[in-house]
């Protein structure tokens, strides 16, 4: 049974740093392309970033663009979301999901398994 497991996720203040982490048990992480994901309240649950398996491919939602890096450690089967310059607009449950191939996504349809998600909190 693959589990993911995110962490990392707290309250800080506008224009602070802060990194998730992502924790992928019971399964290989190896050859799967991963994703980040977060919903705030009242809305619905949106992309954030992906990364394919092997890192050379990443995308990003344009709110992130510049400030957020996702990257992967094939070897601790742990993906990461460094974000930079938080703002207010960011604060969600953040999830990180697996896709169901290789490849980089910013479909939720094509990920097959998801973390119970990690709060972050910007306050202005």
């Known amino acids: 049974q693959v589990r993911l497991t995110e962490s990392g996720g707290r309250l800080v203040q506008a224009g602070d740093s802060l990194r998730l982490s992502c924790a992928v048990l019971?399964?290989?992480?190896?050859?799967?392309?991963m994703g980040w994901f977060r919903q705030a309240p009242g809305k619905e649950r949106e992309f954030v970033a992906s990364i394919s398996w092997n890192g050379g491919s990443t995308e990003y939602a344009d709110s992130v663009k510049g400030r957020f890096t996702i990257s992967k450690d094939n070897a601790k089967a742990t993906v990461y979301l460094q974000m930079n310059n938080l703002r207010p607009e960011d604060t969600a449950v953040y999830y990180c999901?697996?896709?169901?191939?290789?490849?980089?996504?910013?479909?939720?349809?094509?990920?097959?398994?998801w973390g119970q998600g990690t709060q972050v909190t910007v306050s202005s």
């Open positions: 999901a697996r896709h169901m191939h290789y490849t980089s996504s910013p479909y939720p349809i094509e990920y097959d398994y």
């Open positions: 019971g399964g290989p992480l190896t050859n799967y392309g």
